[in-house]
């Protein structure tokens, strides 16, 4: 047997994006604990979760924590890309991005809004929107001279890149930049150079050659793709929901009229909780 | 907590002319710590002989009526809710007179010392119909500003500018209140009396931070009110709303491990509080109660989270709730996902004196051991005297111990006297203020740390060319207590005696290392202050006799072998 503590009282966040993914609502599952929890234990009494005006517990005679620990997950994002066309020649392509946490009816469907500034920040264009998706060419040489890419706001004012050359079979490109030293205040030379080669480097590139303040180097375009799709990944996802499933009002007060203590199977739980994708 | 009216009350005494007394009654539904505020006013030139024990004279207003009407106010902290238990009685010199009396008591009120926020304000007037109450400027939100007058003619008075009225029954009293949201100026407020004049006292009762602390047990022990920080963040620290500068408090999870079971720290999110810097959330171990760690990873009953990766994005203790502190916690990450995170912490949060262990086999993971300034918003954080290490990937490839979300040059964010053993890169310090840092083992120490020593300098790594700054130490062998025991050992020479003293540090003062202990006057470089301590024994023989004693300077090093080492006679040659 294991139980889960539900929320009975809501909290409220006045920030209402903070309040959806942040805040716990009445019905939602906070945490799976181990049978005996409930009561069970001497010091329960004059603990906070004997305030049953702020929990109640559902006793699942037939599960062990493990298998309900899914209960107490938050909605996330889950994003995934699509290639819609390729053109290596350029080192452009067509992608499409769409979030696979949707819920039936269309709650947390991506929009151009969640990403347009992490896609503008790649150099991406073209951005589009239609129902849970949103279309946009990325292009290798934007997304090399990006912001994002080397997390520098405003790096076109701190030098400026040229493309030496792009071999779409292998799709290395060979790049230089050639760095103002006046924007980096209080570096010398040296200094300067330890940092570019750096940032470089553990972006993915190798330093051909140095002529100072020219740093030339080349990069492979996977290296672009995976910071680009993990940059997004990270950025422009979150928490939709503070929890996925939530057990019905109705249900939540036919169990707090009888004590705020229920037992239920597997199966019986299954069929009362809701899952917000199922929405 | 904020300030609330309780109750108030008055009175008139004629013939009054050696005092007058304030019956226990008139101050009903008492609690403790209320402040109690008694204004009286009476009409001549007499002097206050004797005044009730405890309390204290705030505010005096006097107008030139003939004779003068005399105006004091008295405040007084209750200590009990049976307080009075007694009247208690003024006296005065001078002949026979009126002597009006009102009484108020308010709750929610600032504890230590004096109750009220900022100077008072009086006005005097010997005629006329109204009386002006000058402004006075407070220093805190939530002051509770008191307007209490009295006029000279009986009949009732009028305020537009306060939201309550308290006291206007039509003798020669009124009071009036009202909460100021925010601290400044709160403007004049003109109160319309019957005519011929009065005299008033303006003042601001400044509210109650209140702290609120639950403890977290995970053996659920005596005393304890949630087994995990998540339950915690769920009920919102047990405060009023999670909203904690609107209700004047502060939220404390003081953490306890009373049976040895470790939190669990997986995917812990701490987001839906509002904070400031004065309404802050701390998570901490009390160093008083024994939970802490003594600056290595302990187990037993030492407080500590620990968590597994079940996917990628995954993450330990995500504090997006600004304004947090972590304070002599223990942290263990054991990943096998990329893009994930031990312990992220929002705008303004700061981790001090706590140890983060990153463990990972698998290749290729993305992991941040302590992420500042998480949620982007521009106001980084403070990672202070910690001790992390084990965040690198099986092919040594990823993996930061202290990194900085906040953009490039972000200028708010400080990362002083950390130990970073062993991770793929020991900081990641853009735009950070990088100072008494230790890195050793790491393939990277210092990545895209400014070359300024305004910005980053003192700091210490095992990597030659590594570390900016005029005073940094590169291609360093640090020597430590042990394996897992990062303190410096007695034999160090790489780290020892060459920090920074940041006592006087304009943003963030401190004089302790990891361990609590002293740093002295001159500082190592890491979470360690490496510490050497006498003591004088005093020897008795067989029968005890003091007088007989020998004394022996004895001397022990801290750490040795993870803790204090034995103790040694100092000999003789040494003074």
């Given at each position: 047997?294991?139980q889960?503590?539900?929320?009975?009282?809501?909290?409220?966040?006045?920030?209402?994006?903070?309040?959806r993914?942040g805040?716990?609502?009445?019905g939602?599952?906070?945490s799976?604990?181990p049978?005996?929890?409930?009561?069970?234990?001497?010091?329960?009494?004059?603990?906070?979760?004997?305030?049953?005006?702020?929990?109640f517990?559902?006793?699942?005679?037939?599960?062990?924590?493990?298998?309900?620990?899914?209960?107490?997950g938050?909605?996330?994002?889950?994003?995934?890309?699509?290639?819609?066309?390729?053109?290596?020649?350029q080192?452009?392509?067509d992608?499409?991005?769409?979030?696979?946490?949707?819920?039936a009816?269309?709650?947390?469907?991506?929009t151009?809004?969640?990403?347009?500034?992490?896609?503008t920040k790649?150099?991406c264009?073209?951005?589009?929107?239609?129902?849970?998706?949103?279309?946009?060419?990325?292009?290798?040489?934007?997304?090399?001279?990006?912001?994002?890419?080397?997390?520098?706001p405003?790096?076109?004012?701190?030098?400026?890149?040229?493309l030496?050359?792009?071999?779409p079979?292998?799709g290395?490109?060979?790049?230089?930049?050639?760095?103002?030293?006046?924007?980096f205040p209080?570096?010398d030379?040296a200094?300067?150079?330890?940092?570019?080669?750096?940032?470089?480097?553990?972006?993915?590139?190798?330093?051909?050659?140095i002529?100072?303040?020219a740093?030339?180097f080349?990069?492979?375009?996977?290296?672009?793709?995976?910071?680009?799709?993990?940059?997004?990944?990270?950025?422009?996802?979150?928490i939709?929901?503070?929890?996925?499933?939530?057990?019905?009002?109705?249900?939540?007060?036919?169990i707090?009229?009888?004590?705020?203590?229920a037992?239920?199977?597997k199966?019986?739980?299954?069929?009362?909780?809701?899952?917000?994708?199922?929405? | 907590?904020?300030?609330?009216?309780?109750?108030?009350?008055?009175?008139?005494?004629?013939?009054?002319?050696?005092?007058?007394?304030?019956?226990?009654?008139?101050?009903?539904?008492?609690?403790?710590?209320d402040?109690?505020?008694?204004?009286?006013?009476f009409?001549?030139?007499?002097?206050i002989?004797?005044?009730?024990?405890?309390?204290?004279?705030?505010?005096?207003?006097?107008?030139?009526?003939?004779?003068p009407?005399?105006?004091?106010v008295?405040?007084?902290?209750?200590?009990?809710?049976?307080?009075?238990?007694?009247?208690?009685?003024?006296?005065?010199?001078?002949?026979?007179?009126?002597?009006?009396?009102?009484?108020?008591?308010?709750?929610?009120?600032?504890?230590?010392?004096?109750?009220?926020d900022?100077?008072?304000?009086?006005?005097?007037?010997?005629?006329?119909?109204?009386l002006?109450?000058?402004?006075?400027?407070?220093?805190?939100?939530?002051?509770?500003?008191?307007?209490?007058?009295?006029?000279?003619?009986?009949?009732?008075?009028?305020c537009?500018?306060?939201?309550?009225?308290?006291?206007?029954?039509?003798n020669?009293?009124?009071?009036?209140?009202?909460?100021?949201?925010?601290?400044?100026?709160?403007g004049?407020?003109?109160?319309t009396?019957?005519?011929?004049?009065?005299?008033?006292?303006?003042?601001?009762?400044?509210?109650?931070?209140?702290?609120?602390?639950?403890v977290?047990?995970p053996?659920?022990g005596?005393?304890?009110?949630?087994?995990?920080?998540?339950?915690?963040?769920?009920?919102?620290?047990?405060?009023?709303?999670?909203?904690?500068?609107?209700?004047?408090?502060?939220?404390?999870?003081?953490?306890?491990?009373?049976?040895?079971?470790?939190?669990?720290?997986?995917?812990?999110?701490i987001?839906?509080?509002?904070?400031?810097p004065?309404?802050?959330?701390?998570?901490?171990?009390?160093?008083?109660?024994?939970?802490?760690?003594?600056?290595?990873?302990?187990t037993?009953?030492?407080?500590?989270?620990?968590?597994?990766?079940?996917?990628?994005?995954?993450?330990?203790v995500?504090?997006?709730?600004?304004?947090?502190v972590?304070?002599g916690?223990?942290?263990?990450?054991?990943?096998?996902h990329?893009?994930v995170?031990?312990?992220g912490?929002?705008?303004?949060?700061?981790?001090?004196?706590?140890?983060?262990?990153?463990?990972?086999?698998?290749?290729?993971?993305?992991?941040?051991?302590?992420?500042l300034?998480?949620?982007?918003?521009?106001c980084?954080?403070?990672?202070?005297?910690?001790?992390?290490?084990g965040?690198?990937?099986?092919?040594?490839s990823q993996?930061?111990?202290?990194?900085?979300?906040?953009?490039w040059?972000?200028?708010n964010?400080?990362?002083?006297?950390?130990?970073?053993?062993?991770?793929?890169?020991g900081?990641s310090?853009?735009?950070?203020f990088?100072f008494?840092?230790l890195?050793s083992?790491?393939?990277?120490?210092?990545?895209?740390?400014?070359?300024?020593d305004?910005?980053c300098?003192?700091n210490?790594?095992?990597?030659?060319?590594?570390?900016?700054?005029?005073?940094?130490?590169?291609?360093?062998?640090?020597?430590?207590?042990?394996?897992?025991d990062?303190?410096?050992?007695?034999?160090?020479?790489?780290?020892?005696?060459?920090?920074?003293?940041?006592?006087?540090h304009?943003?963030?003062?401190?004089?302790?290392d990891?361990d609590?202990?002293?740093?002295?006057?001159?500082w190592?470089?890491?979470?360690?202050?490496?510490?050497?301590?006498?003591?004088?024994r005093?020897?008795?023989?067989?029968?005890?006799?003091?007088?007989?004693a020998?004394f022996?300077?004895?001397?022990?090093?801290?750490?040795?072998e993870?803790?204090?080492?034995?103790?040694?006679i100092?000999?003789e040659?040494?003074?």
């Amino acid at each position: 047997m294991a139980q889960i503590l539900f929320r009975l009282k809501d909290n409220v966040h006045p920030d209402p994006d903070k309040d959806r993914r942040g805040s716990y609502k009445k019905g939602y599952p906070v945490s799976i604990k181990p049978d005996g929890w409930y009561e069970g234990n001497p010091n329960w009494a004059q603990s906070a979760y004997a305030d049953k005006t702020k929990w109640f517990v559902v006793e699942v005679t037939d599960a062990t924590v493990e298998e309900l620990q899914h209960y107490a997950g938050s909605w996330k994002d889950n994003f995934d890309y699509e290639i819609v066309e390729a053109r290596p020649a350029q080192g452009q392509y067509d992608v499409r991005v769409f979030e696979q946490n949707a819920s039936a009816s269309g709650a947390n469907a991506i929009t151009q809004a969640k990403v347009e500034s992490f896609l503008t920040k790649w150099g991406c264009t073209a951005i589009s929107a239609t129902t849970n998706s949103v279309a946009f060419t990325f292009s290798l040489w934007n997304a090399v001279r990006s912001d994002a890419f080397w997390e520098i706001p405003s790096v076109v004012l701190k030098g400026s890149f040229v493309l030496n050359g792009y071999t779409p079979a292998t799709g290395v490109g060979n790049v230089t930049f050639t760095a103002i030293p006046e924007a980096f205040p209080n570096m010398d030379q040296a200094k300067i150079t330890t940092m570019i080669t750096r940032r470089i480097e553990e972006r993915g590139g190798t330093i051909i050659g140095i002529d100072y303040p020219a740093f030339t180097f080349e990069i492979e375009r996977s290296d672009i793709l995976t910071r680009f799709r993990a940059n997004v990944k990270r950025k422009g996802e979150g928490i939709y929901r503070r929890r996925q499933f939530v057990l019905p009002s109705a249900v939540v007060d036919t169990i707090v009229a009888t004590g705020g203590f229920a037992q239920r199977t597997k199966a019986e739980l299954l069929a009362e909780i809701r899952n917000g994708l199922s929405e | 907590m904020l300030t609330s009216y309780v109750t108030s009350g008055e009175q008139t005494f004629m013939q009054a002319d050696t005092g007058f007394e304030i019956p226990g009654s008139t101050f009903s539904g008492i609690q403790a710590n209320d402040i109690m505020l008694v204004s009286f006013v009476f009409w001549g030139l007499d002097e206050i002989t004797s005044v009730p024990s405890g309390w204290e004279l705030y505010a005096q207003a006097t107008s030139e009526h003939t004779p003068p009407m005399d105006q004091r106010v008295y405040w007084k902290r209750a200590t009990s809710s049976s307080e009075p238990d007694a009247e208690w009685t003024w006296t005065k010199t001078g002949a026979a007179c009126c002597i009006d009396v009102v009484a108020l008591v308010y709750r929610g009120v600032h504890r230590n010392g004096s109750p009220f926020d900022c100077t008072y304000s009086n006005v005097d007037a010997s005629s006329g119909t109204s009386l002006v109450l000058p402004q006075i400027t407070t220093t805190t939100a939530k002051c509770r500003i008191v307007g209490i007058v009295h006029h000279n003619t009986s009949g009732s008075s009028s305020c537009a500018n306060f939201d309550n009225e308290r006291i206007d029954s039509g003798n020669d009293n009124a009071c009036y209140d009202e909460e100021q949201a925010s601290a400044g100026a709160t403007g004049s407020y003109t109160v319309t009396i019957p005519d011929g004049g009065g005299v008033g006292v303006l003042l601001a009762l400044r509210a109650y931070t209140e702290t609120i602390t639950t403890v977290v047990d995970p053996d659920s022990g005596s005393g304890y009110d949630y087994d995990s920080l998540s339950d915690w963040e769920s009920d919102l620290g047990n405060t009023t709303s999670g909203d904690l500068p609107a209700y004047n408090e502060i939220a404390v999870a003081k953490c306890r491990c009373t049976g040895g079971t470790a939190d669990d720290g997986s995917l812990v999110t701490i987001e839906s509080f509002t904070t400031d810097p004065s309404h802050y959330l701390k998570v901490w171990t009390d160093p008083a109660e024994g939970y802490r760690h003594n600056g290595t990873y302990q187990t037993g009953n030492k407080y500590r989270l620990e968590a597994t990766t079940i996917a990628d994005w995954h993450w330990g203790v995500r504090a997006s709730a600004q304004n947090i502190v972590f304070d002599g916690i223990q942290l263990k990450y054991t990943y096998s996902h990329t893009q994930v995170l031990a312990l992220g912490l929002g705008s303004r949060g700061s981790v001090q004196n706590s140890i983060v262990w990153g463990v990972c086999s698998t290749a290729s993971c993305i992991c941040d051991g302590i992420l500042l300034g998480d949620t982007s918003l521009g106001c980084g954080g403070y990672a202070i005297n910690n001790i992390v290490y084990g965040f690198k990937d099986s092919n040594d490839s990823q993996g930061v111990g202290i990194n900085n979300a906040v953009t490039w040059l972000s200028e708010n964010t400080y990362m002083l006297n950390n130990t970073v053993v062993g991770c793929h890169v020991g900081i990641s310090g853009a735009g950070c203020f990088v100072f008494n840092n230790l890195c050793s083992g790491c393939t990277d120490g210092f990545l895209d740390c400014e070359a300024d020593d305004a910005h980053c300098d003192y700091n210490a790594s095992s990597v030659s060319g590594d570390a900016p700054g005029t005073h940094s130490r590169n291609n360093q062998t640090f020597t430590f207590a042990g394996a897992s025991d990062y303190h410096l050992a007695a034999s160090d020479a790489g780290a020892k005696g060459y920090g920074l003293n940041l006592y006087n540090h304009s943003v963030w003062p401190f004089q302790t290392d990891i361990d609590g202990q002293d740093r002295g006057a001159s500082w190592d470089i890491g979470a360690d202050e490496y510490v050497r301590t006498v003591r004088l024994r005093f020897l008795l023989d067989a029968a005890g006799d003091p007088a007989a004693a020998q004394f022996q300077l004895e001397y022990r090093y801290k750490p040795n072998e993870g803790s204090w080492g034995n103790w040694a006679i100092v000999p003789e040659s040494e003074p």
